[in-house]
């Protein structure tokens, strides 16, 4: 007979406290590697550097995920279609970085309510508006007639920008927001987008499972490419074809 799995508990007193070894993550449901703990950027960035995320309900304790494989996209990778070609050329948006990480974080939530998903809650919220207080946490937003109508937002640690959510309130705004961030990150040298967990949606704009031996090794060696904690904002020549409204 098989031994129960026993999850890793975290100690919330202790932020610190090691991260169980990735390989003794669950294969059903996949990736589950510890509950508990806390959503400190202490705890918060050391997870990341180790290709750990929280992902859990409101109603839930936290849950922590490692899964194999694991879905990234290099952003010179992205798959632009015919029509989003046409998007992104047309002349009625204008794209921004860190104007309204709130708002992205807001939108996102709601947008994970209406699917029935995992979305965030209040203490996630709270928590990703501190590592963007602190200058890890970065939004892409995308405005027509200076209203939002989408955008993303994630975690920046070397050469890893880590998408948390996105969300559209037009046709192809979300796709405008991955467009332009891949643009600024091939600038920037970024090496590659996590974007956790696969779907036909990710897959369609160029995003691939990799096994997660194969990812995490990356991982390590891309994240500790120095990078300044800072607000973003695009280099000036980068998104020029996309400014052409004022933005907030």
């Known amino acids: ?19 169980p070894p990735v390989h003794l993550a669950m294969r059903d449901p996949n990736g589950l ?8 950027t202490t705890r918060l960035l050391s997870a990341y550097r180790q290709g750990i995320f929280p992902w859990y309900n409101p109603d839930e304790p936290i849950l922590w995920w490692c899964p194999d494989p694991r879905t990234v996209l290099q952003p010179s990778a992205m798959h632009v279609s015919h029509s989003l070609k046409k998007a992104i050329r047309r002349a009625d948006y204008a794209v921004s970085f860190d104007r309204a990480f709130d708002a992205v974080l807001r939108a996102c939530a709601g947008e994970r309510q209406k699917s029935r998903g ?13 590592l963007h207080h602190k200058g890890h946490a970065h939004s892409v937003e995308v405005w027509r007639a200076q209203e939002l109508i989408g955008g993303l ?15 559209s309130r037009a046709t192809d705004a979300s796709k405008l927001a991955l467009y332009w961030l891949c643009q600024q990150l091939q600038r920037w040298g970024f090496e590659l987008i996590d974007c956790q967990i696969s779907s036909a949606h990710l897959l369609s704009l160029g995003a691939r499972e990799v096994p997660r031996a194969e990812f995490l090794p990356r991982l390590a060696v891309a994240v500790q490419a120095p990078l300044k904690p800072q607000r973003w904002s695009f280099d000036a020549d980068v998104p020029a074809d996309a400014r052409h409204g004022p933005v907030p």
């Open 1 to 19: 007979m098989e031994s129960p799995i026993r999850l890793h508990w975290l100690d919330p007193r202790n932020p610190h406290q090691p991260f």
């Open 118 to 130: 995992t979305w965030l809650g209040d203490d996630m919220r709270y928590a990703y508006h501190e």
């Open 153 to 167: 937002y994630g975690i920046a640690l070397g050469r890893v920008f880590f998408g948390e959510s996105m969300f």
């Open 33 to 40: 590697l510890a509950i508990g703990g806390d959503l400190s």
